[in-house]
């Protein structure tokens, strides 16, 4: 297999990783690559849902939706119904992984167990959230519109939190503030600097001079 088709096929796996994290037991999730058809299967989750592990063969299904592929570019399939190996009946998708020239190298296939009980559907949807490091349930993300609405979101609540601190000193506040932003990412987005700016009431001269010294 070329390096770079390899490079794409493995970027995959941590995509498998996620919908089996998100799935648990009810989905099978499949990356095949099709250097080798006949050993195609290069990761896999939840593999008992069908018997196979890695190293399996490409199935038929695969095998005419790749043919489907090479006539029409279509990519995306489904979703349509397979049987699991104990006979449950299965919702599936594929997609065909194409590298920069165009040409196929992979299929990525989602099976779900539709005879998952609704106990384990109820946990997997409803209860079953990672904790972030502090111990909390990671429940803050914020869907901002544009770039000001994510930045005067963030900004203002680490400004409400820090000014609530009475452990931080008066004078150090806006350090401590810039030192969160910092801390956040926030910096990283491009002409954020200006916008902080002026959400903080602070010159960009006094920001950078914050960066500096927290970066020493």
């Known amino acids: 297999m070329v390096r770079e088709d390899e490079f794409i096929l493995n970027q995959y796996k941590m995509i498998v990783d996620m919908i089996g994290l ?8 499949v990356l095949h690559s099709l250097d080798n058809l006949e050993n195609s299967v290069v990761y896999i989750h939840n593999g008992q849902k069908t018997c196979r592990t890695i190293g399996s063969p490409v199935t038929d299904k695969a095998l005419k939706i790749l043919a489907e592929f090479e006539d029409t570019n279509k990519r995306l399939f489904g979703p349509y119904k397979t049987v699991s190996h104990d006979g449950h009946v299965m919702k599936s998708v ?3 992984i194409v ?6 190298i992979g299929m990525l296939c989602m ?3 539709l005879d998952t009980p609704l106990s384990s559907m109820f946990k997997f949807m409803f209860e079953d959230f990672a904790q972030s490091s502090d111990g ?3 429940d ?3 869907f901002a519109t544009d770039i000001h609405d994510l930045l005067s979101t963030s900004v203002n609540q680490i400004k409400h939190d820090i000014q609530d601190n009475d452990a931080i000193p008066l004078r150090q506040k806006n350090k401590a503030i810039i030192m969160e932003l910092q801390k956040q990412g926030l910096f990283n987005l491009r002409n954020s ?7 903080l009431n602070l010159s960009k001269d006094a920001i950078y001079l914050h960066l500096r010294s927290i970066k020493k």
């Open 99 to 104: 590298n920069p020239q165009g040409r196929a």
């Open 94 to 96: 594929t997609t065909v």
């Open 140 to 142: 803050n993300e914020y």
């Open 22 to 29: 998100f799935f648990k037991d009810s989905v099978e999730v």
């Open 193 to 199: 600097v200006p916008i902080i700016s002026e959400i």
């Open 111 to 113: 099976n779900f167990d």
């Open 136 to 138: 909390s349930n990671s």
